[in-house]
Protein backbone atom coordinates (compact mmCIF):
# COMPACT_ATOMS: atom_id res chain seq x y z
CA UNK A 1 0.00 0.00 0.00
CA UNK A 2 1.63 3.43 -0.97
CA UNK A 3 1.66 6.09 1.70
CA UNK A 4 3.05 9.45 1.60
CA UNK A 5 3.34 11.86 4.48
CA UNK A 6 4.41 15.33 4.49
CA UNK A 7 5.63 17.38 7.07
CA UNK A 8 7.46 20.50 7.91
CA UNK A 9 4.52 23.04 7.10
CA UNK A 10 4.05 25.83 9.44
CA UNK A 11 3.63 29.92 10.04
CA UNK A 12 6.36 31.24 8.37
CA UNK A 13 7.28 35.20 8.28
CA UNK A 14 7.79 36.81 4.63
CA UNK A 15 11.43 35.88 3.10
CA UNK A 16 11.72 33.16 5.92
CA UNK A 17 12.37 29.39 5.04
CA UNK A 18 10.74 26.26 5.19
CA UNK A 19 12.03 22.59 4.52
CA UNK A 20 8.99 19.82 3.73
CA UNK A 21 9.51 16.73 3.93
CA UNK A 22 7.60 13.73 2.21
CA UNK A 23 8.03 10.24 3.94
CA UNK A 24 7.17 7.38 1.56
CA UNK A 25 6.59 3.59 1.90
CA UNK A 26 4.97 0.51 0.39
CA UNK A 27 6.65 1.11 -3.07
CA UNK A 28 10.07 1.28 -4.30
CA UNK A 29 10.48 4.87 -3.74
CA UNK A 30 14.27 4.75 -5.89
CA UNK A 31 12.94 3.85 -9.02
CA UNK A 32 9.88 6.26 -8.44
CA UNK A 33 9.61 10.21 -9.39
CA UNK A 34 8.50 12.49 -6.53
CA UNK A 35 6.56 15.76 -7.50
CA UNK A 36 5.46 18.43 -5.07
CA UNK A 37 2.24 20.46 -5.59
CA UNK A 38 0.18 23.11 -3.85
CA UNK A 39 -3.18 23.91 -3.87
CA UNK A 40 -5.36 27.37 -2.64
CA UNK A 41 -8.72 27.14 -2.19
CA UNK A 42 -10.57 27.71 -5.07
CA UNK A 43 -7.64 27.31 -7.32
CA UNK A 44 -6.27 24.26 -9.43
CA UNK A 45 -3.51 22.58 -7.86
CA UNK A 46 -0.46 23.89 -9.27
CA UNK A 47 3.00 21.65 -10.13
CA UNK A 48 5.99 23.31 -8.42
CA UNK A 49 8.56 20.51 -8.69
CA UNK A 50 9.59 17.36 -9.41
CA UNK A 51 12.66 15.11 -9.60
CA UNK A 52 13.08 11.79 -11.32
CA UNK A 53 14.71 8.45 -9.74
CA UNK A 54 17.91 9.26 -11.41
CA UNK A 55 17.70 13.35 -9.80
CA UNK A 56 16.95 15.28 -12.74
CA UNK A 57 14.36 18.09 -11.38
CA UNK A 58 12.30 20.20 -12.77
CA UNK A 59 10.48 23.74 -10.92
CA UNK A 60 7.84 26.23 -12.47
CA UNK A 61 8.88 29.51 -12.86
CA UNK A 62 6.92 30.47 -9.62
CA UNK A 63 9.45 28.65 -7.76
CA UNK A 64 12.45 28.58 -9.80
CA UNK A 65 15.18 29.61 -7.40
CA UNK A 66 13.87 29.65 -4.52
CA UNK A 67 12.77 26.29 -4.15
CA UNK A 68 14.55 22.97 -4.22
CA UNK A 69 13.56 20.11 -4.17
CA UNK A 70 15.64 16.24 -3.21
CA UNK A 71 15.44 12.89 -2.27
CA UNK A 72 17.23 10.80 -0.09
CA UNK A 73 16.54 7.08 -1.00
CA UNK A 74 17.95 5.93 2.02
CA UNK A 75 15.24 7.35 3.92
CA UNK A 76 12.73 6.90 1.42
CA UNK A 77 12.03 10.80 1.76
CA UNK A 78 11.75 13.52 -0.43
CA UNK A 79 12.13 17.21 0.39
CA UNK A 80 11.46 20.58 -0.73
CA UNK A 81 13.66 23.21 0.96
CA UNK A 82 12.01 26.50 0.40
CA UNK A 83 13.60 30.13 0.79
CA UNK A 84 12.48 33.65 0.13
CA UNK A 85 9.19 32.69 1.02
CA UNK A 86 6.07 35.32 -0.31
CA UNK A 87 2.41 35.66 0.73
CA UNK A 88 1.41 34.21 -2.20
CA UNK A 89 3.69 30.82 -1.64
CA UNK A 90 1.20 30.07 0.87
CA UNK A 91 -0.95 26.92 0.13
CA UNK A 92 -1.57 23.31 1.23
CA UNK A 93 1.61 21.79 -0.13
CA UNK A 94 1.64 17.93 -0.93
CA UNK A 95 3.74 15.01 -2.52
CA UNK A 96 2.92 12.59 -5.24
CA UNK A 97 4.89 9.77 -6.80
CA UNK A 98 3.70 7.27 -9.94
CA UNK A 99 3.95 10.50 -12.34
CA UNK A 100 6.70 11.67 -14.55
CA UNK A 101 9.17 14.02 -14.34
CA UNK A 102 9.83 16.03 -18.10
CA UNK A 103 9.03 18.76 -16.89
CA UNK A 104 7.32 20.90 -14.61
CA UNK A 105 4.66 18.10 -13.50
CA UNK A 106 0.85 18.12 -13.85
CA UNK A 107 -1.02 16.55 -10.99
CA UNK A 108 -3.02 14.02 -13.50
CA UNK A 109 0.26 12.93 -14.23
CA UNK A 110 0.64 11.39 -10.68
CA UNK A 111 -1.19 8.32 -8.96
CA UNK A 112 -0.37 8.46 -5.48
CA UNK A 113 -0.90 11.57 -2.69
CA UNK A 114 0.11 12.56 0.65
CA UNK A 115 -2.61 14.41 3.15
CA UNK A 116 -0.49 17.54 2.39
CA UNK A 117 0.37 20.03 4.83
CA UNK A 118 -0.24 23.25 5.39
CA UNK A 119 2.02 26.67 4.81
CA UNK A 120 1.39 30.25 6.17
CA UNK A 121 3.33 33.18 5.21
CA UNK A 122 2.47 36.25 6.86
CA UNK A 123 3.43 38.51 9.22
Known amino acids: QVQLVESGGGLVQPRGSLRLSCAASGFNFEDDTIGWFRQVPGKEREGIAC???????YYSNSVKGRFTISRDNAKNTAYLQMISLKPEDAAIYYCASGGFCYGVPHKNEYEYWGQGTQVTVSS
Open 51 to 57: ISPGGRS
